[in-house]
Structure formats: C-alpha cells, structure tokens
C-alpha cells in the first residue's frame, strides 16, 4: 500500500482543516489506516484511527471532540477533519496503514505516508 498525504497548510487557531490520505495497491481494505503526527522536538505520536470498515474509529486524548477519522473504501480515501484548532496542533501529520488498530496505538505501522505540515498560529 502506498500512502500520499495532503491538505496541511497555515490556519489561525479555531479554524478548522481536513487532511486527506490517498492510497493505492489493491490491498486498501485489509488495513485499518490511522494519523500520526510529529512536532518539532517531539516525538512522533498517534492522532486517530480508524477500521478498515470505518465503523469504529479512536482517537488520542488531546483530540477527542475535535479530530474525526473517516474513510471511503470506494475511493480508498482516508481523512481527518480537524476543528478547533490550536497552536499545540501544529505538526507535521502522517498518514499509515496497518491491518490492527492496537498496533498504530503503539506507535507502528506497516506502511506510511509522507507528512503535510500543519501550522496553526495563536
């Protein structure tokens, strides 16, 4: 699975902004797919996820209200709306792919994406 990210760009603090993961291979369906995100001088850490049926979907704490996963099989599309933005959001975002949630939860996945720089200035 190949994995491209885009959408990122420079918003102010409240606003809102969606990603979108585009993903080729025939094996899309198999995969839960999940965001990740990497400050600078911080550690890469899980934002959401979501199954490969899109009907369940997790979060990290510090996103939970704000942040929705979702996908399109169809399109095998993934997205993640961001609203209410801060400025601790800013990051550069990763899409990924692996067939178990728990996995990205941890911090591993099968396949990543290249990231979208995300900035949210106060």
């Known amino acids: 699975v190949q994995l491209q990210a885009f959408g990122g760009g420079l918003v102010q603090a409240g606003d809102s902004l969606r990603l979108s993961c585009a993903a080729s291979g025939r094996s899309f369906t198999m995969y839960a797919m999940g965001w990740f995100r990497q400050a600078p001088g911080k550690e890469r850490e899980f934002v959401a996820a979501?199954?490969?049926?899109?009907?369940?979907?997790y979060a990290t704490d510090s996103v939970k209200g704000r942040f929705t996963v979702s996908r399109d099989n169809a399109k095998k599309m993934v997205y993640l709306q961001m609203n209410s933005l801060r400025p601790e959001d800013t990051a550069i975002y990763y899409c990924?792919?692996?067939?178990?949630?728990?996995?990205?939860?941890?911090?591993?996945?099968?396949?990543w994406g290249q990231g979208t720089q995300v900035t949210v200035s106060s």
């Open positions: 990924a792919a692996h067939t178990r949630v728990a996995t990205m939860q941890g911090g591993k996945a099968h396949y």
């Open positions: 979501i199954s490969w049926t899109g009907d369940s979907t």
